[in-house]
Each structure stands twice: as C-alpha cells, then as structure tokens.
C-alpha cells in the first residue's frame, strides 16, 4: 500500500496551519500543526487503503484487471525508451474445475493463492500478475531479448511440476503469449493472441516456449 493519499493529504495540512500562523500565540500555533497533521495522516491511510484495495484482488494478493491498461501503458514507455521486448501472457489453469469438484472451494482458492505466488516468484514482481477472473492470469513484463523468454517460459513450467509435488493432486496451466508489437497493437488485440495460443495449446498438451 503506497503513501500518496497520506502524503498529498499532509501536505495540505500544513500549508493550512502555517496560513493560520499569522493569529493566535505559539502553542495555538504548534497545537494547531500538529493536531493538523494527525488528523490528515488518519484520513491519508484511508484513502491509500480505499486505493490499494481498489487495485489489488482480495484471494490472491495480486494486481486485479482494472490495473492491466494502466501497467500496459506503463511498460510500453519503458519498452521503447530501453528497446526492450514487451510480452503479454495468459495463464490458465488446466482442469480447475475438477480441482473444485474434486475437493473443495476451499482447496481451489489455495491453488490460486500459490499459482500467484508461483507467477510473482518467477516474474520477479507482483506488479505485473494480473487476476484476470476465475483462474486466469494476465502478465504484462518486458525482456531483453528472446534468451531471457525462453528461460522464463523453462522456469514457469519447472515451478508448475514443483508445486504438483508438493500437492497431493497434479496441477498443470496452459500458456499463451504475445508480442508487443508484432501480434498487436494494443492491450486487447494482444490478450486475444495470447488466450488463442493459450487455448491451442491446453488442446495439444504443449508447453509455450520461444519457437511456437
């Protein structure tokens, strides 16, 4: 949770008490300050929850979609200005269902909690693992060069079978990808590439990786 509402808001505060310097003895004016800033550090945090809460998905810790236009729009800036390689994933979840059927609600919420963890951890960020809905994700992340892809499509996969050991049941995803801007040319032209591979390849049984 950042500290912009509580910041904006404390600044305010004290423009306002140092305008009322000009009455009063010193203690009004230092009881003053200080009562203003209290007061707009409380109302601050409020507005920085109501903010964080707003952003982040309450099961899994990770951003939610409302977040996806706004972190595109961000890495494809830096994309440019570093000539990076700006990719759009989407992660699915082969079987959920079963998963809920199988065992509980209770159970299925804890796969997601750990596939998001399972992203942030190979990603190396949580700020860029969207919850998309049900047991979907959108990562938005930019790389060097195609090397760096590669290694990280290997790495998701090779946390996927580590986390099935881990369980008592098999879990496995299914991944698409999308390049920025070779297969579109904006966040929702890219997310439908990346979902088409995706489902191409829950069908086929492959594993994404650089030579599709």
């Known amino acids: 949770m950042g500290y912009l509402g509580r910041g904006i808001i404390t600044i305010v505060a004290i423009l306002s008490a140092i305008i009322f310097l000009t009455v009063g003895d010193e203690i009004v004016h230092i009881i003053l300050l200080i009562s203003s800033m209290v007061i707009a550090w409380i109302l601050g945090f409020y507005f920085d929850r109501v903010r964080y809460i707003s952003e982040i998905d309450t099961l899994t810790g990770v951003r939610n979609r409302r977040n996806a236009h706004k972190i595109f729009a961000r890495l494809r800036r830096q994309a440019s200005r570093k000539s990076l390689l700006l990719v759009v994933f989407v992660v699915d979840v082969n079987n959920f269902k079963s998963i809920n059927d199988n065992f509980d609600h209770h159970t299925g919420d804890r796969v997601l909690r750990l596939l998001s963890e399972l992203l942030v951890?190979?990603?190396?960020?949580?700020?860029?693992?969207?919850?998309?809905?049900?047991?979907?994700?959108?990562?938005?992340?930019?790389?060097?060069?195609?090397?760096?892809?590669?290694?990280?499509?290997?790495?998701?996969?090779?946390?996927?079978?580590?986390?099935?050991?881990?369980?008592?049941?098999?879990?496995?995803?299914?991944?698409?990808?999308?390049?920025?801007?070779?297969?579109?040319?904006?966040?929702?032209?890219?997310?439908?590439?990346a979902d088409k591979e995706m489902y191409a390849n829950k069908v086929s049984g492959k594993r994404v990786g650089v030579n599709k």
């Open 121 to 193: 951890d190979v990603f190396q960020t949580r700020n860029h693992v969207i919850r998309w809905g049900g047991d979907e994700f959108i990562v938005i992340h930019t790389f060097e060069n195609d090397e760096m892809l590669q290694a990280v499509c290997n790495l998701l996969h090779e946390q996927t079978d580590s986390l099935s050991q881990q369980l008592t049941f098999d879990i496995s995803l299914s991944v698409g990808y999308s390049m920025f801007p070779m297969d579109g040319g904006n966040l929702e032209e890219l997310i439908g590439k």
